[in-house]
């Protein structure tokens, strides 16, 4: 019997949410990095053409989609010699994290590792599936439990921060010399701004085999398509078909609609490049005015966050920012090392993002 499942975590901040909408000019939510931006009329052409689809979907996902997913890693991350037979569609990639441990075969005696601070979901799947789960730099106080899966995510969720290739190099040796498998969520890959990021599939990391490697992608941000669920997986080929065989049993299906999207966003480079240069401006304006108004921005390199603390509790920091009418994430939600820090998206619109830098500002110039 698995243990609880821990509360909803955004459950916690309705008492800040209603805080902040009470102030005159209406909320900022910057809690959550939900898309605001049109879905781009090139992806919902495809949808609307494929909308007749009466019978069931290719659980595998169509050749073209397979052959649109390895073109879109050639062309935007130089990932040569993919397979598209190593391709696997997923129904956004919140799911593919929450089941892949059940879906591997998992469970009580096996160790998930996750990132010390970290997305939610990678422990709670892990959790579901009856695993143990430790943090990234707790490795070495293993017990007799076995490691059987580590995630990594970069650019992160919350932080932001960026891994270089020569540590994804390190985990990636670590793993194969005791057969684990590494899954890598990089569905923030398109969005490095300091620096950028690299595929644990990229050859200087992975040397040029794709053994013990996944990498699960999204296309929610790049293509403001949260609303669709539309993601990938590829990477080891062998764990892929093992992967196919559970999710044709269990009906994880992408819809015959959202595939024909999928191969036209994935196909399109103009809308993640226009939607990019939004984001870029978004986060200039977010972190001059956070940064204004005393908060320090650690990592933040790459993602769609602002990781910044005011040298206080998470919830303190929270409370305040919901007293200006502005809602942010507290950094306890992804681990206790998050716990005098926040987390701000910049996934509100332009006008919004202009509010929040204005009530920002107006805190500094009161003192």
């Known amino acids: 019997m698995r243990s609880p499942l821990p509360d909803f975590p955004w459950d916690r901040l309705i008492p800040d949410k209603e805080r902040a909408a009470a102030h005159p000019d209406g909320i900022v939510d910057l809690s959550v990095g939900t898309p605001v931006d049109p879905t781009p009329e090139v992806v919902r052409a495809a949808l609307c053409d494929a909308a007749d689809a009466p019978g069931y979907p290719q659980t595998y996902g ?7 997913v390895v073109g879109y890693l050639e062309r935007r991350f130089g ?19 929450a089941w892949l441990p059940t879906m591997l075969g998992l469970g009580p005696g096996d160790v998930v590792v996750v990132p010390e601070t970290a997305y939610p979901t990678y422990a709670v799947g892990a959790q579901i599936a009856g695993c ?30 960026i891994l270089p290739a020569a540590h994804l190099a390190k985990v990636v040796a670590w793993a194969r010399e005791r057969d684990v498998l590494v899954a890598s969520d990089e569905c923030y890959a398109e969005f490095g701004w300091d620096e950028q990021p690299v595929s644990v599939l990229d050859p200087e990391v992975c040397g040029g085999s794709h053994a013990n490697l996944l990498a699960v992608h999204s296309l929610s941000k790049r293509s403001n398509l949260a ?3 539309a993601g990938f997986v590829t990477g080891d080929s062998a764990c892929v078909q093992e992967l196919l065989g ?13 595939q024909a999207a999928m191969i036209a966003a994935l196909s399109d480079d103009t809308h993640v490049d226009e ?15 956070f940064t ?25 920091t929270v409370r305040w920012c919901a007293e200006q009418g ?29 509010a929040a830098a204005s009530r920002l500002r107006g805190t500094r110039d009161r003192g």
């Open 275 to 289: 939607q990019r240069a939004r984001y870029a401006a978004r986060r200039e304006v977010l972190r001059e005015a």
């Open 292 to 316: 204004a108004a005393g908060f320090e921005v650690d990592h933040s390199e790459g993602s769609l966050y602002l990781w910044a603390t005011r040298g206080e509790p998470c919830m303190d």
């Open 326 to 354: 502005i809602l942010v994430t507290p950094g306890d939600f992804y681990g206790t090392a998050g716990v005098r820090h926040v987390r701000v998206a910049f996934t509100a619109t332009d006008e919004r993002v202009a």
């Open 132 to 161: 143990r789960v430790v943090p990234a730099d707790s490795t070495f106080a293993l017990g007799p439990e076995q490691v059987k899966l580590v995630w990594l995510n970069s650019p992160s969720n919350p932080t932001g921060r």
């Open 227 to 229: 609303g669709y669920r």
């Open 62 to 68: 169509t050749p073209r989609l397979r052959e649109a």
């Open 79 to 97: 990932l040569s010699g993919l397979d598209p037979d190593a391709v696997l569609p997923t129904v956004g990639s919140k799911e593919f994290v």
């Open 246 to 258: 559970v999710r044709k049993h269990a009906g994880m299906m992408v819809p015959a609609p959202v």
